[in-house]
């Protein structure tokens, strides 16, 4: 009984479970935050490779017009 009213008493464990908590909650922000910018990057360099896809083709088509 004893052990039991000890146990219920220890607060290092509550603090423990906090700052496990703390942790959790600062891992999730860095998650979605990593998550938004990894899709703002992927957006990016897709209209990068649109472009420079575009811009190739077209200089391809100059070249043949060109060519002797």
């Known amino acids: 009984m004893k052990a039991l009213v000890r146990f219920l008493r220890d607060e ?3 603090i423990a479970v906090e700052y496990g908590l703390i942790a959790t ?3 999730l ?3 979605a935050a990593v ?3 990894g899709t703002k ?3 990016t360099f897709a209209s990068i490779n649109s472009s ?3 811009g190739a083709r077209r200089l391809a088509r100059a ?3 060109y060519a002797l």
């Open 12 to 14: 290092s464990r509550a």
């Open 25 to 27: 909650g600062i891992s």
């Open 29 to 31: 922000a860095i998650m």
């Open 35 to 37: 998550n938004r910018l």
């Open 41 to 43: 990057l992927s957006a």
């Open 52 to 54: 420079l896809t575009g």
């Open 63 to 65: 070249e043949s017009t």
